[in-house]
C-alpha cells in the first residue's frame, strides 16, 4: 500500500465553485500533514500545513481525520488562478531518516 | 535570486551518456534531496543527505549517483544514461529537526535520454 494516496482527478470546476480534495495515509504514526501546490512543469510549493483542529488560509481550509487517516483540502470561490496540481504531503516524523512522503497529485482546473 | 538553483534546466542526452546535473542552494539547509517526477506516478525520491557526510538512498536510486560536495551543493549524476530515466528531477532543501519540515524545491531540470 501507497504511505500517501490521492484522487488523480482530474477536477474541472466552474470560477466561483467549491471543491474538495481527499488524501489518505497509511502509517498512522505520521505526525504532520501538508499540501502543496504545484503548477504545469514548476516546482512544488507549500500552500499549507494540516492541524489536527483544523486550519483556514483565506479561501483554503485544510482538515485532518487522525481516526480514519485521511487529509482534505477544500477551495472555496475558485478561481482560475487556482488551477494547479495539488500535492498531499506527510511527514512520518523519525528521526535520521527520510519522513516526508508526496502523493501523487489531484489535478484541478478552473473554467471560465 | 532564487534559493536553490539547478542547472542544467533542460538537458537532451543520448542513450550510454553520463550526465550530471548540479543543485545549489543558499538556504543553509543541511537535508538535501534529488527527485524524480514522473506522470502518474509523482515525486519519487533517489537520494538524500542530511549533511555533508551522509549519503541515503531512496526509493529509486538504481543507475543514479551522488555527491555532496559541500553544505550548498548536492549533484546527482547518472553514469549510463537509458532512456527510462526521461524525466524531470527536482533538487530540494529543507530544516534540519522540525516536526513541521518542509520542502523548498529548485525549479526542475527536464532530462529528454534518446
Known amino acids: 500500500r501507497k504511505e500517501v494516496e490521492q484522487d488523480p482527478g482530474p477536477f474541472n470546476v466552474p470560477e466561483g465553485a467549491t471543491v474538495a480534495f481527499n488524501c489518505t495515509y497509511s502509517?498512522?504514526?505520521?505526525?504532520?500533514f501538508f499540501w502543496y501546490r504545484q503548477d504545469c512543469r514548476k516546482e512544488p510549493k507549500l500552500l499549507m500545513s494540516?492541524?489536527?483542529s483544523g486550519n483556514e488560509d483565506g479561501r483554503f481550509t485544510a482538515q485532518l481525520n487522525r481516526a480514519s487517516q485521511y487529509i482534505s483540502l477544500l477551495i472555496r470561490d475558485s478561481k482560475l488562478s487556482d488551477s494547479a496540481t495539488y500535492l498531499c504531503?506527510?511527514?512520518?516524523?523519525?528521526?535520521?531518516?527520510?519522513?516526508?512522503?508526496f502523493g501523487t497529485g489531484t489535478r484541478l482546473t478552473v473554467i471560465p | 535570486d532564487a534559493d536553490v538553483t539547478q542547472t542544467p534546466r533542460n538537458r537532451i542526452t543520448k542513450t550510454g551518456k553520463r550526465i550530471m546535473l548540479e543543485c545549489s542552494q543558499t538556504k543553509g539547509h543541511d537535508r538535501m534531496y534529488w527527485y524524480r517526477q514522473d506522470p502518474g506516478l509523482g515525486l519519487r525520491l533517489i537520494y538524500y543527505s542530511f549533511d555533508v557526510k551522509d549519503i541515503n538512498k531512496g526509493e529509486i536510486s538504481d543507475g543514479y549517483s551522488v555527491s555532496r560536495q559541500a553544505q550548498a551543493k548536492f549533484s546527482l549524476s547518472l553514469e549510463s544514461a537509458i532512456p527510462n530515466q526521461t524525466a524531470l528531477y527536482f533538487c530540494a532543501t529543507s530544516e534540519p529537526g522540525q516536526q513541521e519540515e518542509t520542502q523548498y524545491f529548485g525549479p526542475g531540470t527536464r532530462l529528454l535520454v534518446l
Open positions: 504531503v506527510v511527514n512520518r516524523g523519525q528521526t535520521g531518516a527520510n519522513n516526508l512522503f
Open positions: 494540516v492541524y489536527s
Open positions: 502509517n498512522s504514526a505520521s505526525q504532520s
